[in-house]
Nanobody, 124 residues
C-alpha cells in the first residue's frame, strides 16, 4: 500500500501562485509515477501533471501547460506542483495519485493510489 498526503492548498488570487506538495509513504518501494488530478464541483476529474522518476518523464494536461510545473525530490519521496498564473478555472480539489507502473499518464483512470486531496480556491 502507498499512502499519499497532500499539502499546500488554499486561496490565491487570479494571476497568483500556489505550490502543492505530496509525500508518499507506507510502501517498500517508492512509486515511480506520481501525478496530480483535480476535480471541480460538478465536473469530471482532470489529469493535471505526472512525473515518472525512472526516465525522468513529465506530462501535463493541456489546460495547465506553460503555467504549472511538477518536480520531485526522490530523497524525500515528495512531489511538488508549482501553479503559476492561476485562473478561476483552476479551482477545485487537487489529488496526488500514484501509478504502479513505469508509464506517466494524465488519465485519472490510470492511477492506483490516491491521497485525500487539498482544496485550491482562486478568486477573480
Amino acid at each position: 500500500q502507498v499512502q499519499l498526503v497532500e499539502s499546500g492548498g488554499g486561496l490565491a488570487q487570479a494571476g497568483g501562485s500556489l505550490r502543492l506538495s505530496c509525500v508518499a509513504s507506507g510502501s517498500d518501494y517508492s512509486p515511480n509515477v506520481i501525478g496530480w488530478v483535480r476535480q471541480a464541483p460538478g465536473k469530471e476529474r482532470e489529469g493535471v501533471a505526472c512525473f515518472a522518476d525512472r526516465g525522468n518523464s513529465i506530462m501535463y494536461g493541456d489546460s495547465v501547460k506553460g503555467r504549472f510545473t511538477t518536480s520531485r525530490d526522490s530523497a524525500k519521496d515528495t512531489v511538488y506542483l508549482q501553479m503559476n498564473s492561476l485562473e478561476p478555472e483552476d479551482a477545485g480539489t487537487y489529488y496526488c495519485a500514484a501509478i504502479v507502473d513505469v508509464v506517466c499518464s494524465v488519465d485519472p483512470d490510470d492511477y492506483d493510489y490516491w491521497g485525500q486531496g487539498t482544496q485550491v480556491t482562486v478568486s477573480s
